[in-house]
């Protein structure tokens, strides 16, 4: 295989620019891998892809953080305004290849982009119950969070009973320490 120096500078010119989502995505892509690497009716590759996409348009206009989140708050469109700019850099093919991923996770349009989204979601109560959160963090907003994405399917359903728990268990912590 070869790759033009265009190509190449501009995957670089990307790559510098992707970075400032490592540990989020790092970690989420060793979810999938974790819990479905073995499962026959998941195409790893393709949900992996898809782990590795989902938040890149975050990496130009950042995050909102969940609690701020709301479903009228535009946030898709920012995101995928935010995107097409990132991928600028990158050949056709590969602006194409990314959209294309980017799109059928936001719409939730596969089975791979519906462990995704739900791997989203509960690698963000995972830092939630291990992090250093403000004092007022609201720990109870995490057990609605993402409930729509990880109810189906029973790994996601499985693994949110054992982050419920830990999240119950950071908010009582919470409640009893003197301020």
């Known amino acids: 295989m070869t790759i033009s120096s265009e190509e190449l500078d501009g995957i670089l010119t990307f790559l510098r620019s992707a970075e400032r989502l490592a540990e989020h995505t790092w970690r989420l892509c060793l979810m999938a891998m974790l819990l479905y690497g073995r499962d026959d009716d998941i195409d790893l590759a393709h949900l992996l892809k898809m782990c590795l996409i989902h938040d890149l348009g975050e990496a130009i206009g950042g995050d909102t953080p969940a609690p701020a989140q709301t479903e009228s708050g535009g946030k898709a469109d920012r995101e995928r305004a935010d995107l097409l700019h990132l991928i ?9 290849e990314v959209l294309r991923l980017w799109d059928e996770y936001e719409s939730v349009a596969s089975r791979e982009a519906a462990v995704a989204k739900g791997l ?3 690698e963000t109560i995972l830092q939630h119950t291990q992090g250093m959160n403000p004092a007022d963090f609201d720990y109870g907003f995490n057990l609605g969070y993402g409930q729509q994405y990880t109810a189906a399917d029973p790994v996601l359903a499985a693994l949110r009973v054992r ?3 830990a999240t119950a268990r950071r908010a009582g912590e919470t409640r009893s320490r003197p301020t």
């Not at 600028?88 to 194409?96: H, N, R």
């Open 163 to 165: 982050l419920d728990e």
């Open 120 to 122: 989203d979601k509960l």
């Open 88 to 96: 600028e850099p990158l050949s056709p093919a590969l602006q194409e």
